[in-house]
């Protein structure tokens, strides 16, 4: 029987106070199952990535209810098991691709050698080993992007969120790096969710969750709309 990764409840999300509050995202419920493939689409301000931060326990949701039932609690107490590629630049300047990638391991309590040891293997299966001694500085937009999944893979995760991961990157960088991140899920055997605004991105996925004005509005597979009783039950 497959499980449920994340689960959403009624989730609502809301910034400020009073007359100037902002409602990220209201009413939604889905469920990420594991080996999912989803790609979250909308346009900008629709609100995927705050429903992408509530799904990786990175907001709380001011509303309703977010749990994680087949990861037994909070993500944040297990570093690791889900890991977040995030749209802009995340790596350490003063730290160099080995050091970038194995710092949350060392941050988690993971001993150095055996950081540095995953970090190598992330950076092999995602052909970066010759960018291992580099600086942020010294990579494209597009190495620096696949550097940061490698840092993702190298906890090992049983999720993989990944905010517009292409969203800044040219056409040819923007493919590879999808296919390098498409490539080591399926190989990780992992769930992924990918929120974007490219359609070219969300058609390499299995299936498509919209959200418009910050509710989820639509879920499409690559065959037409899925069944409420099977990846997300608005």
Known sequence: MTGILVRCVDVARTFGSGATAVVAIHGISCEVPERARIALTGPSGSGK???????????????????????????????????????????????????????????????????????????????????????????????AQRVAVARVLAGRPRLVLADEPTGQLDRASASHVLDVLLEAVDELDVALVVST?????????????????????????????VREDTVARP
């Open 197 to 225: 605004h490219d359609q070219d991105v969300a058609r390499r996925l299995d299936t498509a969750w919209r959200v418009h004005d910050g509710r989820l509005r639509t879920h499409l597979g690559a065959d037409g709309p």
């Open 49 to 143: 990535s705050t429903l992408l931060h509530v799904l990786a326990g990175l907001e709380r949701p001011t509303h309703g209810s977010v749990s994680w039932p087949a990861l037994d609690g909070d993500p944040l107490g297990r570093p690791g098991l889900v890991g977040v590629v995030f749209q802009g630049p995340s790596l350490l300047p003063p730290l160099d691709v080995l050091e970038n990638v194995a710092l949350p391991l060392v941050l988690a309590g993971v001993g150095s050698a055996e950081s540095r040891e995953r970090a190598r293997e992330a950076l092999a299966r995602l052909d970066l080993d010759d960018l291992r001694a580099k600086l942020p500085e010294e990579l494209s937009g597009g190495q």
